[in-house]
């Protein structure tokens, strides 16, 4: 069974760090693209950065490139996002993306609110 389990989601103030981490099962996660996403309600999701299978390529969204860092433990079948800098249009729920030719795996979420 397929699952990808997003955390380190919260409230956090602007200029502060949150670091998500998505947890992968059920699948051979080394051989996978993981994306990251996000969707603020009323909008379509957005990609926000990616990292190829092995880790050796990275690419942002310009609304993040500088400030957000994506990685991956291919050991720990988990891939993270570290945010720093964050921004009140930074919140949305996040979520995590597993793709590979005809697969296409999406975790549940975990909401990011950067607020005062």
């Known amino acids: 069974q397929v699952q990808l389990v997003e955390s380190g989601g919260g409230l956090v103030q602007p200029g502060g760090s949150l670091r998500l981490s998505c947890a992968a099962s059920?699948?051979?996660?080394?051989?996978?693209?993981m994306k990251w996403y996000r969707q603020v309600p009323g909008k379509e999701r957005e990609l926000v950065a990616a990292i190829t299978s092995a880790g050796g390529l990275t690419n942002y969204a310009d609304s993040v490139k500088g400030r957000f860092t994506i990685s991956r433990d291919n050991a720990k079948n988990t891939v993270y996002l570290q945010m720093n800098s964050l921004k009140p249009e930074d919140t949305a729920v996040y979520y995590c993306?597993?793709?590979?030719?005809?697969?296409?795996?999406w975790g549940q979420g975990t909401q990011v609110t950067v607020s005062s």
């Open positions: 059920g699948f051979t996660f080394s051989t996978y693209v």
């Open positions: 993306n597993a793709r590979k030719g005809a697969g296409d795996y």
